[in-house]
């Protein structure tokens, strides 16, 4: 059975890391468990900062582009969630992403990766597990915690290559158990 896989891109600053480290991602996952990868990146998509005249639990969104994105999300057959940490949580730009949908989140098999300085972004992903649990996606236990440093972030890039066997291997098991659901 084919399987494809969707990359939530939760950042959207000028000079983010987080396109290329969803690259990587991206990477990995093809040459792994997964037939197709698509990157679905907020800044591409460009949603406004949340305004949404109804909560989306009530009634969904009728702008054009919460709808595309509402599709966009209902396609994906599987989910990674890819988010840095800003002030220990996850940016505005993916918390408003997931607070215009409601019932697109609900059993979608997903998984969260995180980077960041402290802990790869530890804070950030507890934070989204809290998010992604309560909006009910069908969450796999397992993340993927990338520590951003010197090596791995040399000439204002991001490498893949200069992170540690441990966080590669859990990388895979995280995309391997979300392969599985
Ligand atoms: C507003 C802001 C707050 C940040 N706060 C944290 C933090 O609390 N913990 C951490 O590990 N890194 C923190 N960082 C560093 C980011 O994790 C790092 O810059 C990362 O590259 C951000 O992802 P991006 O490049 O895709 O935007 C912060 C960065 C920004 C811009």
Redesign the pocket.
Known sequence: MTKSLAIIVG?T?T????RS?AEWVSELASQHDYDSVELLDLKEIDLPAFDAPVPPMYAPNESAPVKAWAAQIEAAERLVVLT?????SI?ASLKGAIDYLSAEWHNKPTAIVS?????G?A?AAKHLREILTFVKTDLIEETAAIQ?GEET?AEGTFHGDKTTEAEQASLLAALKALADK
């Open positions: 950042s600053r000079n983010r890391l987080g480290v840095p940490e800003y002030n220990q940016p980077y960041g300085y402290m802990g972004g804070n951003l972030t």
